[in-house]
């Protein structure tokens, strides 16, 4: 075999290797072990989850119906200032530890829950607030949202939560909306000064 051919089969057998080796496949590490399947290059919204990414960034917040998860229910933020509670905390506002604990029911890792938590408290103030969700949310809409980081991490935390398929779906969108919304609910009466 002349060195042309075989240089030519070589990379030929590259690219097939690197083209069959999925995203989603685990391939074995040296040593034995199995490497987990690694998450999708760039996570995308399905078109009705930007169609609810796009109604965050207009101030409304659409959640999952009550208990059964069937029906979507859609609040629009009022665009005013959150009232103060005791200690100087925003009514609605989920505190850092709280957010950091719904993150994690979602499957967040350590790095993911530092990244959306600071991402999202955009005033640095240790609460995450209804209008800063809403815009956190928004970012993960449009072609801009595949290169920025923030927004990502987002993506990857609700498809995670959902069937991990790299996009996320209206449903996925809306059960981290609802568990937020519900751990605003909780706020008020959980949090005393």
Do not use: C, W, Y
Not at 45 to 51: G, I, N, R, V, W
Not at 52 to 64: H, R, V
Not at 119 to 145: M, N, P, S
């Amino acid at each position: 075999m002349s060195p042309l051919i075989s240089g030519l089969a070589s990379v030929a057998s590259m690219i097939f290797n690197a083209a069959s080796s999925g995203a989603g496949k685990a391939s074995a590490r040296r040593g034995g072990e199995a490497a987990s399947p690694e998450p999708s290059a760039v996570l995308t919204l399905s078109p009705e989850a930007q169609t609810l990414a796009g109604m965050a960034g207009q101030g409304a917040l659409a959640t999952q119906g009550q208990l059964s998860g069937t029906g979507m229910t859609v609040g629009r933020s009022s665009g005013q200032a959150t009232a103060a509670l005791p200690g100087g905390r925003a009514a609605g506002a989920v505190s850092k530890d709280d957010f950091q604990a719904l993150l994690t029911r979602f499957g967040a890792t350590e790095d993911q829950k530092q990244q959306l938590t600071a991402g999202f408290d955009a005033d640095k103030d240790g609460v995450i607030t209804h209008d800063e969700f809403l815009k956190g949310l928004a970012r993960t809409k449009g072609q801009q949202a595949g290169s920025d980081p923030f927004a990502q991490a987002v993506l990857q935390v609700m498809d995670r939560a959902g069937n991990a398929d790299g996009t996320v779906a209206k449903d996925e969108f809306a059960a981290l909306t609802s568990a937020f919304a519900l751990a605003e609910r909780r706020a008020p009466s959980t949090r005393t000064a």
